[in-house]
């Protein structure tokens, strides 16, 4: 079994900070990439960032500039620093990886989500 933990979610005014972590747990061989997802409410989910094992980074446009995408091999752990967060930023946060495991190939895990709160 696998599991994704997401943690450090919460309520912050325009302009403030948050940082996300995740913890990968379980039978897992090796970590392909990990990532952030977010959904809105009456929205799509959709990618915010993701970096690979080695370390390839890619953003949303919506993003970029204010998120910083970080993570640890070592210890299957992935970060989201978010900086300059708008209203706009509200939405349940999920945590994704790309783990290989043995006798199941290559599968997609998510976290539970975590909730982001941004006022005006």
């Known amino acids: 079994q696998v599991q994704l933990v997401e943690s450090g979610g919460g309520w912050v005014q325009a302009g403030g900070s948050l940082r996300l972590s995740c913890a990968a747990s379980?039978?897992?061989?090796?970590?392909?990439?990990m990532g952030w997802y977010r959904q809105a409410p009456g929205k799509q989910r959709e990618l915010v960032a993701r970096?690979?094992?080695?370390?390839?980074?890619n953003y949303a446009d919506s993003v970029k500039g204010r998120f910083t995408i970080s993570g640890d091999n070592a210890k299957k752990e992935v970060y989201l620093q978010m900086n300059s967060l708008k209203p706009e930023d509200t939405a349940v946060y999920y945590c994704?990886?790309?783990?290989?495991?043995?006798?199941?190939?290559?599968?997609?895990?998510w976290g539970q989500g975590t909730q982001v709160t941004v006022s005006s």
């Open positions: 994704n990886a790309d783990i290989f495991r043995w006798a199941a190939g290559v599968n997609a895990y």
């Open positions: 379980g039978s897992i061989f090796r970590i392909d990439g």
């Open positions: 970096i690979t094992s080695g370390g390839s980074t």
